[in-house]
């Protein structure tokens, strides 16, 4: 079973921290689908330092959630380790980790995320510094490399491992490759034979046969699931049950996911209020609409939603649909 310091999972799936995603209210939709790890979206650690308002509120972790792994990020020790500080006295996070795979130009601009990917050195200085400073577990989540032409993912690994890092979540994409091409698995397996700290494969986990074979090719100890979950949190008990028994779960109905979508939405209201809540809604109910028959309009009529209701009733009229297309066909 996955076991990051004294933290340990009840199983080997975790929810990747997905930058204006993993906010609470996703985290335990994710949560009670089964997952094992949930990882809450990236937080500057500038912001943390500074106070500033919406980072504090990312903070937030509800107690449901746990164990829960809380990113930051940054490029300059002393506010990394001062976030990191911060997180460890003052939050619920059960494990605080470092980014060091954002690919965005405004995170590398920073001297952060993949940026370090360059530098080992600086991986260990860094990770070092956050490590002495907390008692919480401390992971990395980095990616193979930067570019075809460097890749350090072994080195890097290492250097986390050395500097007293629990554990390493790698993609296995390049910087350059940003979310394209082929995630390569025979790096990650190479990383995972050159460390004794767990290893969290992440990158093109898509089904949950994917999960499986990433697990028997690589011999990584935890799978990380990301864009997959997206509107699907059924994904993540699909994979933890084939994981434990090799049978595939059932789909879920319209009806099951417009559910699920309404409890997300009434979540986010709860955390962010009906004005934030509702407009960042719209790209998740569209992601929980993929797959539903004719719902390119009604995708449409979503991204005009300004209200609770006015989103309440589009998915109801989804629901309603269904079960007349259901009734017909039968």
Same mark, same amino acid.
């Given at each position: 079973?996955?076991? *990051?310091?004294?933290? &340990?999972?009840?199983?080997? %799936?975790?929810? /990747?921290?997905? $930058?204006? +995603?993993?906010?609470?209210?996703?985290?335990?939709?994710?949560?009670?689908?089964?997952?094992?790890?949930?990882?809450?979206?990236?937080?500057?650690?500038?912001?943390?330092?500074?106070?500033?308002?919406?980072?504090?509120?990312?903070?937030?972790?509800?107690?449901?959630?746990?164990?829960?792994?809380?990113?930051?990020?940054?490029?300059?020790?002393?506010?990394?380790?001062?976030?990191?500080?911060?997180?460890?006295?003052?939050?619920?996070?059960?494990?605080?980790?470092?980014?060091?795979?954002?690919?965005?130009?405004?995170?590398?601009?920073?001297?952060?995320?993949?940026?370090?990917?360059?530098?080992?050195?600086?991986?260990?200085?860094?990770?070092?510094?956050?490590?002495?400073?907390?008692?919480?577990?401390?992971?990395?989540?980095?990616?193979?490399?930067?570019?075809?032409?460097? *890749?350090?993912?072994? &080195?890097?690994?290492?250097? %986390?491992?050395? /500097?007293?890092? $629990?554990? +390493?979540?790698?993609?296995?994409?390049?910087?350059?490759?940003?979310?394209?091409?082929?995630?390569?698995?025979?790096?990650?397996?190479?990383?995972?034979?050159?460390?004794?700290?767990?290893?969290?494969?992440?990158?093109?986990?898509?089904?949950?046969?994917?999960?499986?074979?990433?697990?028997?090719?690589?011999?990584?100890?935890?799978?990380?699931?990301?864009?997959?979950?997206?509107?699907?949190?059924?994904?993540?008990?699909?994979?933890?049950?084939?994981?434990?028994?090799?049978?595939?779960?059932?789909?879920?109905?319209?009806?099951?996911?417009?559910?699920?979508?309404?409890?997300?939405?009434?979540?986010?209201?709860?955390?962010?209020?009906?004005?934030?809540?509702?407009?960042?809604?719209?790209?998740?109910?569209?992601?929980?609409?993929?797959?539903?028959?004719?719902?390119g309009k009604i995708r449409n009529a979503i991204n005009e939603c300004l209200t609770?209701?006015?989103?309440?009733?589009?998915?109801?009229?989804?629901?309603?649909?269904?079960?007349?297309?259901?009734?017909?066909?039968?």
């Open positions: 079973m996955l076991k *990051i310091g004294d933290i &340990e999972m009840k199983n080997q %799936v975790v929810l /990747a921290p997905m $930058a204006g +995603v993993c906010n609470s209210a996703f985290r335990l939709t994710v949560k009670e689908f089964g997952a094992g790890l949930v990882c809450a979206e990236m937080i500057s650690d500038k912001g943390i330092v500074q106070k500033n308002e919406k980072t504090m509120n990312m903070l937030y972790i509800d107690e449901r959630e746990k164990p829960l792994s809380l990113q930051i990020f940054g490029g300059e020790k002393e506010t990394l380790v001062e976030a990191a500080r911060f997180v460890d006295q003052n939050t619920n996070a059960d494990i605080i980790d470092i980014n060091m795979g954002c690919p965005v130009n405004k995170i590398i601009k920073c001297e952060a995320g993949a940026r370090w990917l360059l530098e080992p050195n600086k991986i260990y200085d860094m990770v070092s510094a956050v490590v002495e400073a907390v008692e919480k577990p401390v992971t990395v989540k980095m990616r193979i490399g930067w570019d075809d032409e460097h *890749i350090f993912a072994v &080195e890097n690994a290492q250097a %986390v491992e050395s /500097a007293g890092g $629990a554990a +390493v979540s790698m993609h296995g994409r390049t910087r350059v490759q940003m979310y394209e091409g082929v995630a390569n698995w025979d790096i990650i397996r190479k990383v995972k034979q050159s460390i004794n700290i767990p290893l969290i494969g992440n990158g093109d986990v898509k089904t949950p046969e994917d999960a499986k074979r990433m697990l028997d090719e690589t011999g990584v100890d935890g799978v990380m699931i990301g864009r997959a979950a997206l509107g699907n949190p059924w994904m993540i008990y699909q994979t933890v049950k084939f994981l434990e028994t090799g049978e595939l779960a059932g789909e879920p109905t319209v009806k099951e996911k417009m559910d699920v979508c309404k409890l997300h939405l009434d979540r986010l209201i709860a955390l962010k209020g009906e004005y934030v809540a509702v407009r960042e809604m719209r790209k998740h109910a569209a992601w929980y609409l993929k797959g539903i028959q004719g719902n609770r209701s006015e989103l309440i009733d589009l998915l109801d009229y989804i629901t309603d649909g269904a079960e007349v297309n259901e009734k017909q066909a039968v």
